[in-house]
């Protein structure tokens, strides 16, 4: 099994910034893709930033600038800087991986889709 924990949210005023990370752990192969996404209260989940094992990026228009999502460099660890926050960026955020599972003979076994728990972030006006 692979899981998802995040990190990093919390309370900050408008202007100020914040740093979600994303720590997948388990049984791991590889991680092809690592996204974020948030939930805000009464309205759909939405993408926010993701990152391919490439490093190609793609950005919601709403935080295209201010965002920036990256990989850990040889470890199992996704982050999303968050700069010059707005009250309209309050959600949840979630953590999203695509990751491959390492097999019973050490290679690559099934793919999950996984997800983490979400955690909140308030952005004060």
């Known amino acids: 099994q692979v899981q998802l924990v995040e990190s990093g949210g919390g309370l900050v005023q408008a202007g100020g910034s914040l740093r979600l990370s994303c720590a997948a752990s388990?049984?791991?192969?590889?991680?092809?893709?690592m996204g974020w996404y948030r939930q805000a209260p009464g309205k759909e989940r939405e993408l926010v930033a993701r990152?391919?094992?490439?490093?190609?990026?793609n950005y919601a228009d709403s935080v295209s600038g201010r965002f920036t999502v990256s990989r850990g460099n040889g470890d199992n660890t996704g982050y999303l800087q968050m700069n010059n926050l707005k009250p309209e960026d309050t959600a949840v955020y979630y953590c999203n991986a695509g990751i491959y599972q390492l097999s019973g003979i050490g290679s690559r076994g099934i793919h999950h889709d996984v997800w983490g728990q979400g955690t909140l972030v308030t952005v004060s006006s």
């Open positions: 990152i391919t094992n490439t490093g190609s990026t």
């Open positions: 388990g049984s791991i192969f590889s991680i092809n893709y």
